[in-house]
């Protein structure tokens, strides 16, 4: 069992609005959460990578989400100007997040699941009232803070964190058709990766299934000790994980960091393509 520090602040939701994305499984059980507990929720449509100045009329929504919101509570959905332009408004504007972007650092020790049950005084005790697992819950918060490999750290009891770990990936079954191919293609990709000194490279042209998550559980289940990946989606996405250069690749190609600055992902825009593979590869070496 654990202890979660609550923010009394945050005890009556009338005048709040919770603006999150549902495009990952710990965007997916914040959603769950809030609608259970009852928190006025405006509930992003985004895929991963989402922005706040890509949500249309969002003053308009927010208010019609709740008309005495005076606080809204956002979710890993960073945007600086709107985000004034919010306040300029009249909202007091807090943030939950913890991902390093370009030009951002919201990079914080706690996921953001776990930073929404502290912050909204969501008890081990409320969650049992509401219907949930708690344990489940702190399983989603740590597999998403530091993956399986800080689920092996904290949770010593195997059959429990196995527990926790299927219950991660039942939520990926609810995440839609966007996600309906990643066994496939993530088996297929880690049946074909390369082993090359100090990495492993598992790569697929499809761009269109985000199997990051997938080849992360892969690799979980092949090695001990968390092994330095490049993960290439086509010529979308590339992320490497697990890594002592994931920084240094943020401060040289922009993207994100996340896994407590263990991980860096870059996603191609059409002024920036993706850096190329050996390029990569020479500096995580």
Known sequence: MYTLNVDQKYMNYANIV??????????????????????????????????????????????ATNPTVTELVIVEIPGVETEAALRAAGLEVE????????????????????????????TE?????????PLMVRGVGIIDRGFLWALREEVADKELAKRMRDFYRGL???????HKDIDAVANKAWAEREERPGVLIVKTEREDVPFRDAISFLSADH?????????????????????DHAVELFKIYGGFTFGCDRCW??????ERPL???????????
């Open 265 to 270: 992902g870059v996603q191609a825009k059409p």
């Open 18 to 63: 919770l603006l999150t994305p549902r495009n990952d499984e710990e965007s997916l059980m914040i959603v769950k959460i809030a609608e259970a507990v009852g928190i006025p929720t405006l509930v992003s449509a985004q895929p991963h990578g989402a922005k706040l100045e890509r949500e249309e009329n969002i003053i308009e929504r927010v208010w």
């Open 125 to 133: 005790a409320k969650l049992q009232e509401l219907g949930f697992d």
């Open 275 to 285: 850096p190329e593979l050996e390029e990569v590869l020479a500096r995580i070496a």
């Open 95 to 122: 943030i939950i997040d913890h991902h390093r972007y370009t030009d951002l650092d919201r990079m914080q020790p706690t996921s953001s699941l776990e930073q929404f049950l502290a912050k909204f005084a969501i």
């Open 223 to 243: 090695y001990n000790v968390p092994p330095q990946i490049v993960v290439v989606e086509g010529k979308r996405r590339l992320f490497v994980q697990e890594s």
């Open 172 to 178: 990926n079954l609810e995440l839609g058709k966007e």
